[in-house]
């Protein structure tokens, strides 16, 4: 259990440097790195956002 908590940290941190990017300089670095800008993107950048976004869920589930 310790290394998923492991794993959902650093993607919640890479997704919320990610938008601290895109609010402040309109700079998505997921899409640079692995494809499309804002907006339209690659299916790589896709599956960040998802794990992004399940590592989210968890880290709700982890306040609990």
Same mark, same amino acid.
Request: proline fraction near 2%; aromatic fraction near 10%; hydrophobic fraction near 60%.
């Given at each position: 259990?310790?290394?998923?908590?492991?794993? $959902?940290?650093?993607?919640?941190? %890479?997704?919320?440097?990610?938008?601290?990017? @895109?609010?402040?300089?309109?700079?998505?670095? @997921? $899409?640079?790195?692995?494809?499309?800008? @804002?907006?339209?993107?690659?299916?790589?950048?896709?599956? #960040?956002?998802?794990?992004?976004? #399940? $590592? $989210?869920?968890?880290? %709700?589930?982890?306040?609990?």
């Amino acid at each position: 259990m310790k290394t998923l908590n492991s794993i $959902a940290l650093v993607l919640l941190i %890479i997704g919320g440097l990610n938008w601290g990017l @895109v609010g402040l300089f309109n700079f998505d670095l @997921v $899409a640079a790195i692995f494809g499309g800008t @804002v907006g339209p993107r690659s299916t790589l950048s896709n599956i #960040i956002y998802i794990l992004v976004g #399940i $590592a $989210a869920l968890y880290g %709700i589930y982890l306040l609990k």
